[in-house]
């Protein structure tokens, strides 16, 4: 997950260098915040037979390395408004969605329905 955050622009290179203070409280919260702001539609392992995955990596031009490789689907919520049919259900507005692929290094992510993009900048130290 962190690998995903990273790729959607939830991060910060130096938090492990930080020590805690009231300044780095409050980093924390604001980055809860923008986390929370995306929620997981769905989340499994991704096999070496994948074939969207196979599709991501020939469309970024890069292959994910490693035993394991995960999906992921998020989206930022947008307002909710009840079912017309059915008052059990909430209907939710997709303000943003991204599918990403990650070996726990590199990250291959596409927003909307952009194209596939590999992200290694994370550190991983």
Known sequence: MATMYWSLGVRDPEFRA??????DRQWVVETLK???GWAVLSFRNATEG???LKGAEDAAGARLAGERRYRFHVYRPGPESRHPSDLKSVLVELKEQAV????????LFRRDNGSWQLDSSMPTS
Do not use: I
């Open 18 to 23: 930080r020590r805690r203070s009231d300044q």
């Open 34 to 36: 923008a986390k929370a």
């Open 50 to 52: 994948d074939a969207e």
């Open 100 to 107: 990403a692929f990650s070996d726990g290094r590199q990250v």
